[in-house]
């Protein structure tokens, strides 16, 4: 059984940065893909950022290209988001996902994720 469990969430001042981290358990962590989902208060989730089971492709959305960043370390079965000059507007509960692949690909879809994490919440204040 495939768990995740994300951490690092908490309160910024606008122009912070932030790294959540999202450790998985119970499967070969090299078949996933990894993505980053977040729901703001009164909004439905969306699409933050993904990384393949490789780390060699990723894909983000366009209200955070530029200014967050994923990775992976696979040895240790943690995905990384690391948030840069953040914004009340990225204020959400963040979710990690894991979505098995049979190849390199990067889905961006909540559809496309099996195991979902609890998430962790991040408050920015301007």
């Known amino acids: 059984q495939v768990q995740l469990a994300e951490s690092g969430g908490g309160v910024v001042q606008a122009g912070d940065s932030l790294t959540l981290s999202c450790t998985l358990s119970?499967?070969?962590?090299?078949?996933?893909?990894m993505g980053w989902f977040r729901r703001a208060p009164g909004k439905e989730r969306e699409f933050v950022a993904a990384i393949s089971y490789s780390g060699g492709r990723t894909e983000y959305a366009s209200s955070v290209k530029g200014r967050f960043i994923i990775s992976r370390v696979n040895p240790k079965n943690t995905a990384r988001l690391r948030m840069n000059s953040l914004s009340p507007e990225d204020t959400a509960v963040y979710y990690c996902?894991?979505?098995?692949?049979?190849?390199?690909?990067?889905?961006?879809?909540?559809?496309?994720?099996?195991?979902w994490g609890q998430g962790t919440q991040v408050t920015v204040s301007s």
């Open positions: 996902a894991a979505s098995r692949r049979s190849n390199d690909t990067v889905p961006t879809a909540p559809a496309e994720y099996e195991s």
């Open positions: 119970g499967i070969v962590f090299t078949s996933f893909a």
